[in-house]
Structures are given as structure tokens and as C-alpha cells.
């Protein structure tokens, strides 16, 4: 089991900056993904960001060069970087996380919402 608990949502200017946080404990050994997904209203989830365990983050073409996605091995916590919002991006963002050692298990964070609106 891995548990994962998101931060960092509020509301901000459109040209603004947040940055998200997600921890995980727990089994954390056996985690091979990270990811942060986002739902806007009346739309699909939909991936943001994507960290493999191994090899290289990709990115929604929506974000690419505004939002940057990184990971501190120490603290277990992946971070979201998000630069020049838009009222687009307002959204409940996700962090996902797979896990498992015989089989991927997929684990999601609460949810924290990011509006952006003047």
C-alpha cells in the first residue's frame, strides 16, 4: 500500500505561478511511476505530466515549456511547477502514483484545486 497526500492548490492570477507537492509513504519501495493528472470542469481526467521510475517525464502538449515536473528522492515527494497559468488549467489536479512488485497498483492523491481566474 502506498498512501499519497497532495498540497499546494490555491487561486492565481493568470500569468501566475504554483507549485504542487505529493508525498508518498509507505510502501514506497516498490513504486515505479509518478504522475500528476488534472480534471477541469466537465471535462475527462487527463494526464499532465508523466515520471517513470526510469527514463524521462513527458508532458501534455498543453503544458510543455510552462509546467515542469520533478522529483526529491530524500523526502519521497514529487513536485508540479506550474509557470505563466491560464484560465485553461483551472482544474482538481491529481497525483498518481504506481506501485507494486508483481503487479502495478495505481494509487491517486485526494485532489487539489487550482483556479485561475482575475
Known amino acids: 500500500q502506498v498512501q499519497v497526500v497532495e498540497s499546494g492548490g490555491g487561486l492565481v492570477q493568470p500569468g501566475g505561478s504554483l507549485r504542487l507537492s505529493c508525498a508518498a509513504s509507505?510502501?514506497?519501495?516498490?513504486?515505479?511511476?509518478w504522475g500528476w493528472y488534472r480534471q477541469g470542469p466537465g471535462k475527462r481526467r487527463e494526464v499532465v505530466a508523466f515520471?517513470?521510475?526510469?527514463?524521462?517525464?513527458t508532458y501534455a502538449d498543453s503544458v510543455k515549456g510552462r509546467f515542469t515536473m520533478s522529483r526529491d528522492n530524500a523526502r519521497n515527494t514529487v513536485y508540479l511547477r506550474m509557470n505563466d497559468l491560464k484560465p485553461e488549467d483551472t482544474a482538481v489536479y491529481y497525483c498518481?502514483?504506481?506501485?507494486?512488485?508483481?503487479?502495478?497498483?495505481?494509487?491517486w492523491g485526494q485532489g487539489t484545486q487550482v483556479t485561475v481566474s482575475s
Open positions: 498518481y502514483i504506481g506501485a507494486g512488485t508483481r503487479e502495478v497498483y495505481d494509487y
Open positions: 509507505g510502501s514506497i519501495f516498490s513504486i515505479n511511476a
Open positions: 515520471m517513470p521510475s526510469t527514463g524521462s517525464t
